[in-house]
Nanobody, 131 residues
Framework: QVQLVESGGGSVQAGGSLRLSCAASGFSHDSNYRLYCMAWFRQTPGKEREGVAAISRFGDTKYADSVKGRFTISRDNTKNTFYLQMNGLKPEDTAMYYC?????????????????????WGQGTQVSVSS
């Protein structure tokens, strides 16, 4: 089973930046990491988990409208790690951020970012943005 470990969360003021990382392991072969769609979700208490960004094995990306132009997802297939660069942070970005992996489509991502399409999840990292 794939293990995902997030890092990089923290507290910043509005307008600041953070970079989240998600290290993936547990593949039968290291190259299998390439066969996963990787994504970031976030959740605040009392709300449903929201898809933030996803990246396919080919580097195709998709973003929630709320983060377009501010967040950038990327992946390093040599390190089995992917990232979420968050710039221009707003108080409404405050949430627990989770990384997720879907290996059912050979590295392609579904059109919609739905948490039900992802089987493997990290433990989460908290991002807090103050005004």
């Amino acid at each position: 089973q794939v293990q995902l470990v997030e890092s990089g969360g923290g507290s910043v003021q509005a307008g600041g930046s953070l970079r989240l990382s998600c290290a993936a392991s547990g593949f039968s072969h290291d190259s299998n990491y390439r066969l996963y769609c990787m994504a970031w979700f976030r959740q605040t208490p009392g709300k449903e988990r929201e898809g933030v960004a996803a990246i396919s094995r080919f580097g195709d990306t998709k973003y929630a409208d709320s983060v377009k132009g501010r967040f950038t997802i990327s992946r390093d297939n040599t390190k089995n790690t992917f990232y979420l660069q968050m710039n221009g942070l707003k108080p409404e970005d405050t949430a627990m951020y989770y990384c997720a992996a879907d290996g059912t489509r050979s590295g392609l991502c579904y059109t919609l970012l739905r948490d039900t399409d992802f089987d493997d999840w990290g433990q989460g990292t908290q991002v807090s943005v103050s005004s």
